[in-house]
């Protein structure tokens, strides 16, 4: 268990800078997850973490201990790569011994530090097969069985789990998460998934383009997303955007009309800032519900006309797609089933309080108050 | 395999197969009728080489004579030569994989200054043809000493870019990344990450360039036919020759009386294909992929 602090650690390739000044603290024992697009520049920070990529400006600390230059094999880091990165040439145990044998640590550690590694991931059939003769999530297992007979302060992943098919990834997701309740060790994942980053994570670190966009706990990035780009990106199916603009401001309320619809317009309590222009406007789709025209919706719920375009029916869930005059479909999802088809007129209500509105920057100028309706 | 059974079970040979086999056989047909011409003609006599028709088998009883005219001439010296010839040939094809293969390795995952020079110096040295150094060769092993020694001609071939070269490509792309990431941070150092990662992983590559390394120092005739000049130091090619011409064997002159006539000649010939062949098989399964399956996805 130690901290993990990076103090303005920043990243170029020659001219090309790929991670702006980054400062983060991970606790001891801590799981954080870094979630991100690709080429956000997640993999490269984790490999500055672990030594495998130089730093280009700042420091690294682990365990308050500077290793801003150190060897990888010094910083007392065990990384589990996307690929496996398995020894060919080595037998299961070897593979799990390897780093053991490079320490000259005595045979008979050794060998019970591999069999415990493999009880506690269920390889111990195993042992003597070669890689090539493992499935993709036995693989991964022995690549976490390297990490762990290591002790690390610091556990590093690369989307361990990418590689796996779906069944899988979701036992393995939970046998990580069992990892660290058991060895209670720091863990930083990376992930593009953010189904895991939200199930494995203590905390996120949400990139893109190589700068933080925001960090905080799972739940609070998704009710209390700090831009856009948050917004979008934690949370599945993703926010709905419908451009909007406001229409007139003061420190206390403001209108807002929406791009969508017949111009529905609508107001809101106090935005940070109240600037009349284009703003855009984020609801969850699990915050707007369809129905019939012609009942009477409840006070101050907005009610915009929308043709319903597909729907999807997974059983317990049901998203529709529907078309209310923006740029883009909006996404709804609803429990159970509906009583919708294609090309239906219907009614999407949304409470106001649901939204989520971002200035033309992207930033974050009020958050949703009310918790997404539960239907 | 599954495409060869797929085509002869439903006997689906069309058009473009039969073009593709026919070319393949006058292609074996013009190649391979020299070399099966040369092993017949090990088992003929002068008399039936000169009259009979070129395809004669001719007896074993035949050549077994012609070997011991062969192996008659000074005192078995063919042997001693042969034995040379393995001297060098296992001389130079160590140090040239011990100078290739790390040479190869270092060019291919360190970047250092002067690397893309070295490269391209490579590139040169391996199309540059081994003949228009022999006399500066020559020179220099002369200055030193080492003229018409072992060690000089095994120093001289040991010099082999075409394996640097070889092992360069290699490992530009093996092992994967992650693995040597890996390993860095299981502990390894840059040294060890060679000796304990890269070269188990490269037994592929160290064949071939051993079997061509065999291949250019078992029938290295020019650069041995000028360094070594006393016949006990001889290697095949350049024994065989001396002795060849000074038979007379191969020429309509006189005969000088040695038992060395087209027969025995013939049989060196064999006697200096044969290891190559036998060292190409050995090599052949070694030189496989698959050595890196299980360590990525895949
Ligand atoms: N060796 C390199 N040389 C130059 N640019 C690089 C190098 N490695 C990465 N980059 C660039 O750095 C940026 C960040 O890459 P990185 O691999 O960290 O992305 P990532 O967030 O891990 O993406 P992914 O989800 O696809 O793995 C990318 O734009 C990439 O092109
Ligand atoms: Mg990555």
Known sequence: MAKVELKGVAKSFGAVRVLDPIDLCVEPGEFVAFVGPSGSGKSTLLRMIAGLESVSEGDVLIGGEEVTFAEPSERGTAMVFQSYALYPHMNVYDNIAFNLRLAKRPKSEIDAQVREAARTLRLEDLLERSPAQLSGGQRQRVAIGRAIVRHPKVFLFDEPLSNLDAALRVQMRLEIARLHREIGATMIYVTHDQVEAMTLADRIVALDDGAIQQTGAPLDLYARPSNRFVAGFIGSPKMNFIPAEVIDGTRAGVGLRLHAGDGTSFGLGALKSAKAGPVSVGVRPEAIRLHIAGGTPPAGTLEIPARVDSVERLGNVTYTYIDVGSDELLTVQSGGDVQLKSGDQALAAIQPESFHVFDAAGKTILSASAAPART | ?298
């Open chain 2, 1 to 298: 395999m599954a495409t060869t059974a797929r085509i002869f079970g439903n006997k689906r040979v069309g058009f473009g197969q039969w073009v593709i086999y026919a070319l393949i056989g006058i292609a074996g047909l013009f190649y391979g009728t020299p070399l099966a011409w040369l092993f017949l003609a090990g088992t003929r006599s002068g008399s039936s080489l000169d009259s009979d028709p070129p395809f004669t088998f001719g007896s074993f009883e035949q050549m077994a004579q012609s070997w011991a005219n062969l192996a008659s001439f000074n005192d078995f010296q063919i042997l001693n030569w042969a034995l040379n010839s393995l001297i060098y040939s296992v001389g130079g094809v160590t140090l040239s994989l011990i100078a290739c293969i790390p040479a190869g390795y270092a060019l291919a995952t360190s970047d250092f200054p002067g690397r893309r020079v070295i490269l391209i110096l490579t590139l040169v040295a391996m199309i540059t043809p081994s003949q228009s150094i022999v006399l500066p060769i020559f020179l220099e092993m002369n200055l030193i000493g080492l003229n018409n020694t072992y060690l000089g001609l095994i120093l001289a071939t040991g010099f082999f870019p075409f394996g640097v070269y070889l092992a360069y490509i290699h490992f530009s792309d093996s092992p994967p990344k992650g693995v040597l990431d890996s390993a860095r941070i299981d502990g390894c150092s840059r040294y060890q990450l060679f000796t304990h990662i890269a070269l188990p992983l490269a037994r592929p590559i160290v064949s071939l360039v051993a079997f061509f390394s065999f291949l250019a120092n078992w029938s290295n005739y020019y650069l041995a036919v000028v360094l070594l000049s006393d016949d006990k130091i001889y290697n095949l090619p350049v024994g065989l020759t001396a002795l060849v011409s000074g038979s007379g064997a191969l020429t309509n002159l006189a005969a000088t009386g040695m038992p060395i006539k087209k027969p025995e000649v013939i049989l060196a010939a064999i006697l200096v294909i044969l290891p190559v062949l036998v060292v190409f098989l050995i090599a052949q399964r070694f030189v496989r992929s698959g050595m890196l399956s299980g360590a990525e996805k895949g």
